[in-house]
């Protein structure tokens, strides 16, 4: 869901089981989009998913009360119960599955831009984070579940909501307006798809 009240924004591990944070405090009625980046690290970090992203046995959890958390819905797929019985929010298999599916297409983008400057993300000077999801994001789950480039995390900021700022400054001052042109101009398109190895790429980066 939207990141409005109720959602869950921020899933954490205390004493040994589940503690999820709502926006507002109000009651759980779904994950947003760093809840759900948060959800998936954890589940990875506790062994409730392997690296492929399927649903290991309760067994498998690193603490038992997370592994009496897992179970199944009625159609019979794997889920993992984020919140408390009276107002139940889960962490699905199909939750996971579009999880991998947006990191494979971010990875391999990164990738590919990377490749074309000739470099490693080693020599990265500065990641940043626009728009509220990149404002809000825990920058450890998503570097866990391979969302952002593993680098040292001083390089990694947030820069709050640069398109709307970006297009007030563009009007306020035309020599403002007259630099984004011109930055405009140097910008290259590369279109994923057309890689000829693609296919291959996107499999490999959906992997946790």
């Known amino acids: 869901m939207r990141a409005c009240g109720g959602a869950?924004?921020?899933?954490?591990?205390?004493?040994?089981?589940?503690?999820?944070?709502?926006?507002?405090?109000?009651?759980?009625?779904?994950?947003?989009?760093?809840?759900?980046?948060?959800?998936v690290a954890l589940?990875?970090?506790e062994g409730v998913i392997g690296r492929g992203g399927r649903f290991n046995s309760p067994d498998k959890a690193a603490a038992p009360l997370i592994g009496k958390r897992m179970?199944?819905?009625?159609?019979?797929?794997?889920?993992?119960?984020?919140?408390?019985?009276?107002?139940?929010?889960?962490?699905?298999?199909?939750?996971?599955?579009?999880?991998?599916?947006a990191v494979g297409a971010i990875k391999v983008g990164i990738g590919a831009m990377l490749e074309?400057?000739?470099?490693?993300?080693?020599?990265?000077?500065?990641?940043?984070l626009a728009g509220?999801?990149?404002n809000n994001i825990n920058i450890e789950s998503a570097v866990a579940v391979g969302l952002l480039p593993?680098?040292?995390?001083?390089?990694?900021?947030?820069?709050?909501?640069?398109?709307?700022?970006?297009?007030?400054?563009a009007l306020a001052s035309a020599d403002f307006?007259?630099?984004?042109?011109?930055?405009?101009?140097k910008m290259q398109y590369v279109e994923l798809s057309a890689l000829a190895d693609f296919q291959e790429r996107f499999v490999a980066a959906m992997g946790f």
């Open 116 to 128: 074309r400057e000739g470099i490693t993300s080693s020599r990265l000077e500065e990641v940043c």
């Open 150 to 169: 593993n680098v040292d995390r001083n390089k990694i900021r947030s820069v709050k909501n640069t398109s709307g700022l970006g297009a007030s400054m």
């Open 71 to 101: 179970c199944r819905a009625e159609g019979g797929m794997a889920q993992l119960l984020l919140t408390d019985g009276r107002n139940p929010v889960y962490l699905t298999q199909k939750d996971i599955r579009e999880v991998q599916l």
């Open 43 to 45: 589940a990875l970090r």
């Open 177 to 185: 307006y007259a630099r984004t042109l011109e930055a405009a101009k």
């Open 132 to 134: 509220a999801f990149g």
């Open 8 to 39: 869950v924004e921020s899933v954490r591990v205390l004493d040994g089981d589940i503690i999820c944070r709502t926006i507002g405090g109000a009651a759980p009625k779904g994950l947003c989009g760093s809840g759900l980046i948060d959800a």
